[in-house]
């Protein structure tokens, strides 16, 4: 009877020495999936995390560099299309400042243009010669009070 009980705990002692065996096995398993993991994998994955973000960082002073190129580029083409528009207005002020404005006064079924200019030439006398001086009055035209009151201004001029 006695040497049934112990055969009995001697079985449940070899099982649960068993059951150790297994677990002490598993358990090494374990530790060195954990030691892959900690030495290994995310040491690897860390590496990785750390390239990839030195990357974006690069890429993202390029592109800041690349805008800072492109401002500069607009600013430059804005100043340019800003110089070319003020070109433009000087040299469309100075065509019409060049530009003559004709007007005509009937003078004994005759017109004669009239024209605000800069220029010094003077209105032709009615035989075609031009006059030297347009505050003296030629003897050959008839003096008639439109063509007196132009002749005294000095912006208009006779042509």
């Known amino acids: 009877e006695k040497f049934s ?14 059951s150790f065996l297994a677990m002490d096995e598993a358990l090494k398993i374990t530790n060195r999936r954990v030691n892959a993991l900690e030495n290994v994998t995310i040491p690897k994955i860390v590496n990785t995390i750390n390239d990839i973000n030195r990357e974006l960082d690069e890429l993202e002073r390029e592109d800041f560099t690349r805008l800072k190129v492109v401002k500069r580029k607009k600013e430059e083409a804005l100043k340019l299309e800003e110089k070319l528009k003020a070109a433009e207005k000087q040299a469309k002020l100075l065509e019409q400042s060049l530009e003559v404005k004709v007007s005509t006064i009937s003078i004994n079924d005759n017109a004669i243009p009239v024209a605000a200019s800069d220029s010094t030439t003077t209105a032709p006398k009615k035989d075609g010669k031009k006059k030297k001086n347009k505050n003296k009055k030629s003897e050959d035209s008839a003096p008639v009070s439109a063509l007196a009151e132009f002749e005294e201004d000095e912006d208009v001029v006779f042509r």
Do not use: D, F, G, R
């Not at 112990?6 to 449940?12: A, E, G, M, T, V």
């Open 5 to 18: 009980e112990y055969l009995q705990s001697l079985i449940k002692v070899a099982s649960l020495q068993t």
